[in-house]
């Protein structure tokens, strides 16, 4: 299965966007599904995870701000971004059980 990330862009501080993450293949055996982020110099992230058995949790920095949604019949993963700030700047990378992994969407706050 492979995974790519879309939906990555430039916004505004206090914007809004959706990420989706879609699957080559089924992804209903993956217990785990998750986005990360990171920004060059920097440790990466974990900004969301849905977990088949521990239900979901989010990274302190986003918690409040992003849902993450997983919808197996789509096959894809989603991500939405709202009152983004600067400091969301970063690559954002989807992955299913941390062994399959997107390449990255670059996601830009700005004014």
């Known amino acids: 299965v492979r995974l790519v990330e879309s939906g990555g862009g430039t916004v505004q501080p206090g914007g809004s966007l959706k990420l989706a993450c879609t699957a080559s293949?089924?992804?209903?055996?993956?217990?785990?599904m998750a986005w990360y982020r990171r920004v060059p110099g920097k440790m990466d992230e974990m900004v969301a995870v849905?977990?088949?058995?521990?239900?979901?949790t989010y990274g302190s920095a986003v918690r409040g701000r992003f849902t993450i949604l997983r919808d197996n019949a789509k096959r894809t993963l989603y991500l939405q971004m709202d009152s983004l700030k600067p400091e969301d700047t970063a690559v954002y990378y989807c992955?299913?059980?941390?062994?399959?992994w997107g390449p990255g969407t670059q996601v830009t706050v700005s004014s």
């Open positions: 293949g089924s992804i209903d055996n993956f217990n785990n």
């Open positions: 992955n299913a059980d941390m062994k399959v």
């Open positions: 849905i977990s088949e058995y521990r239900g979901i």
